[in-house]
């Protein structure tokens, strides 16, 4: 039996991982650890009964608060820690660039100092498709672990250093670190301002879906159940100091998911709008999975079709879940937007 440290437990990925670990590693424990900022659904960890999982502890708390996380390592004599805790939305990045620096940066250095100082036997970290840059529409390439990091948005950039801060503590003081790079993810649980919750619940309510402009930008989608597994293989059998991308090889560009989404509802196209780009919107990510696949055996199992579809029939049958979440994102998505910043 060991005990797992989840940390952004609360957050979309990280919810669904805890659900994961405790249906396929039903002995463990774990210690669910998040702060609970606008986007933490502490709701997202109950089971039917709607009372906090089986096996789980919960802790309201940060990762950058060292002591704490170092008390919560020796007190649960933890084995494993996961980091999933980070500000992700870019949108919000543009507008509150300091706050992801603080998370994704100091924080992962603060999470990390309180394991260099109790020990685990493993650290594994989370990390994006984005730290890599862009890529054109037409490219044949694909990102591999050996792309140069070419981050072009505040939380590309803040993910990238969280990167380098794992890297350089597996260095520099053997905490045995791997880290997975995934693709966009998508699944129940995901806080609506996210594309696909955002489109899902606005077509619900017969509001419009607002499309970027740049309306063939396509990103490669991971179901998060997939992205769950591929977390599992590496923990349990990737080797110490590696970087694994994570990817599906399932492209779709931001109309694609609109119609799919307005299909599976039955709904037509005049709900969907079209509003102005954010600034530095980048155009596609592609990752090459070779080396999780071949190394560790890794595949999805997740096709987009079946995995879209089982998504909107999960908002539709959720909205007491999602619906009170509604206004609680500080950025408006839409033609109102105010990408200006507020000097943060």
Known sequence: MSTVLVTGAAGFIGSNFVRYWRAVHPGDRIVALDALTYAGVRESLNGPDGELLDGVEFVHGSIGNTDLVAHLLRAHAVDVVVNFAAESHNSLAILRPGDFFATNVTGTQGLLEAVRRV?????HHISTCEVYGDLSLDADEAF????PYLPRTPYNAAKAG?????????????????ITNCSNNYGPFQFPEKVIPLFTTRALAGEALPLYASTKN??????????ATAIDRVIHHGRVGETYNVGSGTEVDIEGIADTVL???GLGPELKTIVPDRPS??????????????ELGWAPAVEWTDGIADTVAWYRANEAWWRPLLGRSPVIEGAGADWSGSGR
Do not use: C, I, N, Q
């Not at 969280?162 to 791997?178: A, E, F, K, Q």
């Open 144 to 147: 591999t672990e050996d792309s």
């Open 119 to 123: 020990g685990v036997s493993r650290f």
């Open 162 to 178: 969280g990167d380098h801060v794992v890297r350089s503590y597996g260095l520099t003081y053997d905490v045995p670190v791997t």
């Open 263 to 265: 299909g599976a509802l």
């Open 218 to 227: 396509r990103r490669e989608w991971l179901h998060v159940s997939d992205h």
């Open 281 to 294: 919107h980048d155009r596609r990510y592609l990752l090459d999975s070779t080396k999780l696949r071949t």
